[in-house]
């Protein structure tokens, strides 16, 4: 028995020894893994506090909080501003303006102090200068200017010092030249003029007196140079607006007729050359802008209405046929400019709020939340000028009038 006692004796400090370092190394697990729990935990909490909401993070980010201040985001806002650029040779208003394929942008005729203009002048936004281009075959005012596929450039009607205009003629950028081509059926002003996707370019509406709107449209085949007439719009109209949608099908709203301003809008389709009638515009307007968005929606915004100059604005949907208001414009307008962004957003320039003062404020919409934000003021106030979108990006208003009587040759950039 006490060598029994004895072996019991020489093995429990033993076992006890063994059962204290286990209880030991489960211990340091514990305390290691509340350790970890706390680092995880306290940063969440700070983040949560001085955030004030819930902050998604792993535990990379979570650890590297502990050595960091609360981190700012590292991208910085881009702000635009207005910036002079150069003159043009000529001051003009009522002009038109259009992008060549190189980048250019070609401005042409409109009024000045000393009549009707025939000149054309060329800008190169990598140079930032005007250089004069050949004349146009007859001055004109209040007429179109388009684009085409080939890259040339087509102006259609007007008015000139012998009348209202039935003419059209193309420039050609190679050569700084301007050539005659196919009359139109009808002479015309305050119309419309759109590329199709065939490439062809549809004339609507207008006047031919400045009292009695058109209502016959017809299209222009940039092949064969030759006018050809297509189906009569529903409502004649003058100082509308024409929109190609997404369908190739083109949307024309608004205008002034028979000393009436219209709600009405229509739906010309290209392929079969008849025109149908869509809801009505909720203002009725003219003098406004509209916009093709990138969601294939329509903007109209400003213009002019029975009850004055207006500041709302409402959006086309071609799927259901339906106008819808958005947000409101800071400035009622009307002979402003309004132009679709690379983001998406659509830029509003000046115009006039009375009819006669012109504005230097500008301001930009945004289909995703549809408010309009102010974009700061130009440096010259002007309406009845012309915006051009350049292939940077950038923003280029040309010309204009202060007040009907002072005319502009300035330029500037918004970038």
Same mark, same amino acid.
């Given at each position: 028995?006490?060598?029994?006692?004895?072996?019991?004796?020489?093995?429990?400090?033993?076992?006890?020894?063994?059962?204290?370092?286990?209880?030991?190394?489960?211990?340091?697990?514990?305390?290691?893994?509340?350790?970890?729990?706390?680092?995880?935990?306290?940063?969440?909490?700070?983040?949560?506090?001085?955030?004030?909401?819930?902050?998604?993070?792993?535990?990379?980010?979570?650890?590297?909080?502990?050595?960091?201040?609360?981190?700012?985001?590292?991208?910085?806002?881009?702000?635009?501003?207005?910036?002079?650029?150069?003159?043009?040779?000529?001051?003009?208003?009522?002009?038109?303006?259009?992008?060549?394929?190189?980048?250019?942008?070609?401005?042409?005729?409109?009024?000045?102090?000393?009549?009707?203009?025939?000149?054309?002048?060329?800008?190169?936004?990598?140079?930032?200068?005007?250089?004069?281009?050949?004349?146009?075959?007859?001055?004109?005012?209040?007429?179109?200017?388009?684009?085409?596929? /080939?890259? +040339?450039?087509?102006?259609?009607? &007007?008015?000139? %010092? @012998?009348?209202?205009? *039935? $003419? #059209?003629?193309? !420039? =050609?950028?190679?050569?700084?030249?301007?050539?005659?081509?196919?009359?139109?059926?009808?002479?015309?002003?305050?119309?419309?003029?759109?590329?199709?996707?065939?490439?062809?370019?549809?004339?609507?509406?207008?006047?031919?007196?400045?009292?009695?709107?058109?209502?016959?449209?017809?299209?222009?085949?940039?092949?064969?140079?030759?006018?050809?007439?297509?189906?009569?719009?529903?409502?004649?109209?003058?100082?509308?607006?024409?929109?190609?949608?997404? /369908?190739? +099908?083109?949307?024309?709203?608004? &205008?002034?007729? %028979? @000393?009436?301003?219209? *709600? $009405? #809008?229509?739906? !010309? =389709?290209?392929?079969?050359?008849?025109?149908?009638?869509?809801?009505?515009?909720?203002?009725?307007?003219?003098?406004?802008?509209?916009?093709?968005?990138?969601?294939?929606?329509?903007?109209?915004?400003?213009?002019?209405?029975?009850?004055?100059?207006?500041?709302?604005?409402?959006?086309?949907?071609?799927?259901?046929?339906?106008?819808?208001?958005?947000?409101?414009?800071?400035?009622?307008?009307?002979?402003?400019?309004?132009?679709?962004?690379?983001?998406?957003?659509?830029?509003?320039?000046?115009?006039?709020?009375?009819? @006669?003062?012109?504005? *230097? $404020? #500008?301001?930009? !919409? =945004?289909?995703?939340?549809?408010?309009?934000?102010?974009?700061?003021?130009?440096?010259?106030?002007?309406?009845?000028?012309?915006?051009?979108?350049?292939?940077?990006?950038?923003?280029?208003?040309?010309?204009?009038?202060?007040?009907?009587?002072?005319?502009?040759?300035?330029?500037?950039?918004?970038?």
């Amino acid at each position: 028995p006490q060598s029994v006692n004895s072996d019991i004796g020489e093995t429990q400090p033993t076992q006890w020894t063994r059962s204290r370092v286990c209880i030991r190394s489960k211990l340091t697990w514990i305390i290691f893994i509340i350790v970890i729990i706390i680092i995880i935990t306290i940063p969440t909490a700070i983040i949560l506090t001085k955030k004030g909401h819930v902050v998604e993070t792993d535990l990379t980010t979570t650890i590297m909080m502990i050595t960091t201040a609360e981190p700012e985001s590292t991208t910085t806002a881009t702000t635009k501003v207005w910036i002079l650029t150069d003159s043009m040779s000529s001051a003009r208003f009522q002009h038109t303006a259009s992008i060549l394929t190189n980048g250019n942008v070609l401005v042409a005729g409109g009024l000045s102090n000393t009549g009707i203009l025939s000149s054309a002048e060329v800008y190169n936004p990598s140079t930032g200068f005007w250089t004069i281009t050949g004349n146009m075959n007859a001055e004109r005012v209040l007429y179109t200017q388009v684009t085409l596929k /080939n890259g +040339n450039v087509l102006v259609v009607g &007007g008015v000139s %010092n @012998n009348g209202i205009l *039935s $003419s #059209a003629e193309v !420039y =050609n950028p190679s050569t700084g030249f301007w050539t005659t081509t196919g009359t139109m059926n009808s002479a015309r002003f305050y119309h419309t003029a759109s590329m199709l996707t065939n490439g062809n370019v549809l004339v609507t509406g207008g006047t031919a007196d400045g009292n009695t709107a058109l209502s016959s449209a017809e299209v222009y085949n940039s092949s064969t140079r030759r006018w050809t007439t297509t189906g009569i719009m529903n409502t004649a109209r003058y100082h509308h607006t024409a929109s190609i949608l997404m /369908n190739g +099908n083109v949307l024309v709203a608004g &205008g002034f007729s %028979n @000393n009436d301003i219209l *709600s $009405s #809008a229509e739906v !010309y =389709n290209p392929s079969t050359g008849f025109w149908t009638i869509t809801s009505n515009i909720n203002t009725a307007r003219f003098h406004h802008t509209a916009s093709m968005l990138t969601n294939g929606n329509v903007l109209v915004a400003g213009g002019l209405s029975n009850n004055g100059i207006l500041s709302s604005a409402e959006m086309y949907n071609p799927y259901t046929g339906f106008w819808t208001t958005t947000g409101t414009m800071s400035t009622a307008r009307e002979y402003h400019t309004a132009s679709m962004l690379t983001n998406g957003n659509v830029l509003v320039t000046s115009g006039t709020a009375d009819g @006669n003062t012109a504005l *230097s $404020s #500008a301001e930009m !919409y =945004n289909p995703s939340t549809g408010l309009w934000t102010f974009t700061g003021f130009m440096n010259t106030s002007r309406y009845d000028h012309t915006a051009s979108i350049l292939t940077n990006g950038n923003v280029l208003v040309a010309g204009g009038t202060l007040d009907n009587s002072i005319i502009l040759s300035g330029a500037e950039v918004f970038g």
